[in-house]
T-cell receptor, first 117, second 115 residues
Framework: AQSVTQLGSHVSVSEGALVLLRCNYS??????LFWYVQYPNQGLQLLLK??????LVKGINGFEAEFKKSETSFHLTKPSAHMSDAAEYFC???????????????FGQGTILTVHP | ETGVTQTPRHLVMGMTNKKSLKCEQH?????MYWYKQSAKKPLELMFV???????ENNSVPSRFSPECPNSSHLFLHLHTLQPEDSALYLC??????????????FGPGTRLLVL
């Protein structure tokens, strides 16, 4: 079985400050990891994903995440927050364990990011 | 239209009503998904369709009935729902064949309120 834990349901930062959203996963097989963002009244949009290539993954809007197997973590960072980054962020995991040709995502609880002027 | 679209965006229904949610993807994908997003709970996968065949049903109550007439369209038929079924219902699609690393593309969701 696979699971995801996002530490901190709410994170608040000032505009221009570092953004760090934490994600830890549990999986008995190598995982594929995703970060999605959800703006109010919208669906989920992919920020970035880890697929066992480079451990440091760069995504859209200046976000990046680093896969650390020893820490079972995939934290999301952005050097300088912008007001437009305010949204809810979801970490998700899928694996090959099911032998399917498509993904079965398991999501974390989500982290709401607030950016103050 | 581009991406994944869902209609209606908002729906209010009584417990005795029957309604349907519609999802359409314009991405040429062959897998489609229904998710439920409730307050204070993680997104829950409900159903998966792979080339129009249902391949996953995560113990969803029978009052939710999915239908996938072709690879571009997905429906969720609702009947005799309960207030606890109030949630945001999200549709997603992905390419088949690339495995679990394939990106799922989400629609904007239908906000459902059951009175």
């Amino acid at each position: 079985a696979q699971s995801v834990t996002q530490l901190g349901s709410h994170v608040s930062v000032s505009e221009g400050a570092l953004v760090l959203l934490r994600c830890n996963y549990s999986s008995s097989v190598p995982p594929y990891l995703f970060w999605y963002v959800q703006y109010p009244n919208q669906g989920l949009q992919l920020l970035l994903k880890y697929t066992s290539a480079a451990t440091l993954v760069k995504g859209i809007n200046g976000f990046e995440a680093e896969f650390k197997k020893s820490e079972t973590s995939f934290h999301l960072t952005k050097p300088s927050a912008h007001m437009s980054d305010a949204a809810e962020y979801f970490c998700a995991v899928s694996t090959d364990a099911g032998g399917t040709s498509y993904g079965k995502l398991t999501f974390g609880q989500g982290t709401i990011l607030t950016v103050h002027p | 239209e581009t991406g994944v679209t869902q209609t209606p965006r908002h729906l209010v229904m009584g417990m005795t009503n029957k309604k349907s949610l519609k999802c359409e993807q314009h991405l040429g994908h062959n897998a489609m998904y229904w998710y439920k997003q409730s307050a204070k709970k993680p997104l829950e996968l409900m159903f998966v369709y792979n080339f129009k065949e249902q391949t996953e049903n995560n113990s969803v109550p029978s009052r939710f009935s999915p239908e996938c007439p072709n690879s571009s369209h997905l429906f969720l038929h609702l009947h005799t729902l309960q207030p606890e079924d109030s949630a945001l219902y999200l549709c997603a699609s992905s390419q088949v064949g690339g495995g679990p690393q394939e990106t799922q593309y989400f629609g904007p969701g239908t906000r459902l309120l059951v009175l």
